[in-house]
């Protein structure tokens, strides 16, 4: 009993120094220097006071001690976290807000973070997202990256009409949306507005829209974050974390080195590897090490017996620099060589039996997803029609070969529905395999029909389904290879600008047209597209135009002339009677293609943050532009050139006709194809109502503002045309 007082006695006595040993080795601080700041610990590079940081600028940090806990803050922003090992930081940022009462807008908030471009500081692009909230939402953040010029716009847009389509933890559009930043963000500004009705249809329990840059694990989205009294309020004061990346100067680690009086890895034990977010380099210790690479012997020895960080089967943990040896237990050895000799038939004659009933595992599993996909449904649909149908089954592995395991290198397209991959099929055919993302089972029935009815169309502008594989966990469906990219990529990317001519665009315009009327009216069931824009319309070496992308089309019952969906399509080319009921007409799919046959003529995106408030939406501001007399204005320079004025004004009356409000008031697609292919061997053509008027305004705007060489510029074309009663007024 003494002897085990006096050893008690012995404990107490060495437990300050044992204490006291652990906090210095714990220590990231310079020494001498505060090692936390109220919650916060604070690491070298980073330090508080005079000679406690590396540069005594960027990362000398305040700690305030007026609050209580004391606060930590970095060039003015409060920080909740330094992390050495990541080359990260926690900081808080402001909450964007506008909310709105019955009468319309009530008070709004706008959040704006600067990072000085000269700094260490980027806004991690792996780490945060930019995340908006509200029922009626439209938000948008736009900076400026670590060149100075260079700028970036993004956003997302969310949407519902009532609390019960809301769905806890989901943020996909309904309620809440995301998006990432880029690499590289600096500066931003966050931009809100409503989408449609400034929140008076959802006032009841939405009345304000948020938006922010947050952290991804500092965010879960929940219905009570849209009611004014729920998280965020009426967003005034509002902070969310936000993860910041950090990195030591602007040079590489190559470069770095060279300079070994300011290189930062001070540690021999250390490690350098560039950032990944713009310029400069960050530490780290070396396998086996831990602590702080930017101090002199800052990364120790992790001895990986006591944390139990090892594995030693068959020995002993026996720790050694930087690692461990398993020192053999002779012993156990015997033991194991004795079991393993005895049960050595056993597994031999197991694994046959086991590679077997793995193989039937896989075929019954193949036999379940192509149950599951409808692959019984549709032979039961090829049986019941009596057709001969020319699309193939492909099993899984033959495009697992033609995609080389579906490669990144073999991606053509994403979109909202799946992956687009170029595959080549044993016969040496080139194809474009699609892998849709999961399917609803509720809707395996349409999608079965659909890819029935796709692999009966015939059209020589619409993409040829040429297959599909059901055995696979999602769908998978194989079309024809479309080899020059697409008309978005010809009209606006910078390599293909103004590569088609006026006459190819009205060309493409008139096939796509048809291809829209042959799926609205002359399709055995008929088709409503639901996604028609530039980047679904593919070209062929020939500039041939091919519809594709059938992910968001919907099949019409012959009875029926509409359908209520779920509102779905692209920003841009939404039809907005479509976007305000949720009914799906043949008319919507007429004013998209409307904001197609806009692009082809002005050369511009359906969306452009860089015009203005009236002009950023490339519809209204076409449409103003010719109510205005100023359509030459606007128009491509190549398509002023190219093509005659009564053309022109033709094809833009008939593009303003598309983009009626009311889907009463537009043409049906076979008008609008009828009269395109009129407009291509043009002269005088009988559907064009000259109005002198109009002309005369539009050529005025021509000659002050225009100089091209084409056929709309100037009064001496005119006179030469043989157009007939068109004048020419002073």
């Known amino acids: ?92 940022t402001f909450v ?77 559009g309904i309620g809440c949306c995301q998006t990432i930043i880029p690499v590289g963000a600096k500066r931003f500004d966050i931009w809100l507005g409503s989408s449609a009705n400034n929140h ?76 990944t977010n713009g310029p400069g380099y960050r530490c780290n210790c070396s396998q086996g090490y831990e602590g702080n690479p930017y101090l002199e012997g800052g990364c120790k020895d992790i001895d990986e017996c006591i944390t139990g960080n090892y594995t030693c089967r068959a020995g002993k943990c026996k720790n050694k620099e930087g690692g461990y040896d398993c020192t053999p237990n002779i012993q ?121 009815i796709l692999s009966q169309i015939n059209h020589r502008n619409v993409v040829k389904l040429l297959g599909c594989c059901l055995e696979t966990e999602v769908p998978l469906l194989v079309y024809e290879f479309i080899s020059n990219g697409t008309l978005f990529h010809h009209i606006h990317e910078e390599g293909y600008s103004s590569s088609i001519s006026f006459e190819d665009r009205l060309r493409i315009a008139s096939e796509t047209a048809g291809a829209l009327d042959y799926l609205h009216s002359a399709a055995s069931i008929p088709i409503f597209h639901r996604d028609v824009k530039s980047t679904n319309i593919l070209l062929d070496h020939n500039l041939t135009a091919k519809v594709s992308d059938f992910g968001a089309s919907r099949l019409v019952p012959l009875d029926q002339t509409q359908l209520n969906t779920l509102v779905q399509g692209t920003l841009g080319y939404l039809d907005p009677e479509y976007f305000q009921t949720g009914q799906l007409t043949e008319k919507s799919d007429v004013y998209s293609f409307g904001v197609v046959l806009v692009e082809m003529l002005t050369g511009e995106k359906p969306i452009c943050m860089n015009r203005s408030q009236e002009e950023r939406n490339l519809s209204m501001h076409f449409i103003l532009s010719m109510k205005e007399n100023r359509l030459f204005g606007v128009l491509e320079n190549r ?27 537009r043409p049906t697609m076979k008008e609008v194809a009828m009269e395109l292919e009129g407009l291509r061997g043009f002269v005088q053509h009988p559907w064009v109502q000259s109005n002198h008027e109009e002309t005369q305004s539009l050529l005025g705007e021509l000659e002050i503002g225009y100089s091209g060489n084409g056929n709309a510029a100037g009064k001496d074309s005119l006179n030469n045309n043989t157009m007939s009663g068109l004048e020419i007024g002073r």
């Open 1 to 92: 009993m003494r002897e085990e007082m006096a050893m008690w006695h012995l404990l107490l006595q060495l437990l300050p120094i044992i204490c006291l040993t652990a906090g210095a080795a714990a220590s990231l601080a310079k020494p001498g220097c505060p090692e936390r700041c109220g919650d916060v610990n604070i690491s070298y590079p980073f330090g508080v006071g005079d000679g406690c940081s590396i540069d005594g600028l960027w990362f000398n940090l305040t700690c305030n001690k007026t609050y209580d806990p004391p606060k930590l803050f970095m060039t003015g922003y409060e920080v909740l976290e330094i992390s050495v090992q990541q080359g990260q930081a926690r900081a808080n």
């Open 96 to 172: 964007a807000s506008y909310c709105y009462n019955s009468t319309g807008y009530m008070i709004g908030y706008n959040s704006r973070m600067y990072l000085d471009k000269s700094g260490p500081y980027t806004f991690s692009n792996t780490r945060n997202k930019f995340t908006a909230l509200g029922c009626d939402t439209q938000a948008f953040i736009k900076g400026s990256l670590v060149d100075s010029d260079s700028n970036f716009t993004s956003g997302c847009v969310s949407f519902c009409s009532e609390e019960q389509r809301v769905v806890n933890g989901t943020c996909s």
């Open 200 to 275: 008076s249809r959802v006032l009841g329990f939405n009345p304000c829209s948020y938006a922010f840059l947050i952290a991804d694990d500092g965010f879960k989205f929940n219905k009570k974050d849209l009611a004014i009294n729920g998280t965020y309020g009426d967003g005034k004061g509002k902070l969310v974390p936000v993860v910041l990346d950090w990195a030591i100067g602007n040079q590489t680690c190559e470069s770095a080195q060279k300079n070994s009086s300011a290189y930062a890895c001070k540690s021999d034990k250390s490690t350098c590897y560039n950032s």
């Open 332 to 452: 156990l050895l015997v033991v194991i060589l004795g079991v393993g000799l005895s049960l050595l038939f056993v597994l031999i004659a197991g694994s046959f039996i086991y590679w077997g009933l793995k193989k039937r595992k896989i075929i019954l599993l193949k036999e379940k997803f192509f149950r599951q996909n409808g692959g019984l449904l549709l032979q039961q649909q090829i049986t019941s029609h009596g057709v001969v149908v020319t699309t193939k089954i492909f099993s899984a592995e033959e495009l697992e070969r033609a995609t080389n395991k579906y490669a990144e290198d073999r991606i053509i397209g994403r979109g909202g529905y799946g992956t687009v991959y170029k595959g080549i099929l044993p016969d040496n055919t080139t194809v474009a395999i699609k892998k849709s993302k999961i399917v609803d089972e509720t809707q395996i029935e349409q999608f079965i029909n659909e890819v029935f």
């Open 639 to 665: 398509v002023v050139d190219e093509g005659g004025v009564e053309q022109l004004l033709a094809v833009a009356r008939l593009a303003k006709r598309c983009l009626k409000v009311k889907g009463e008031e």
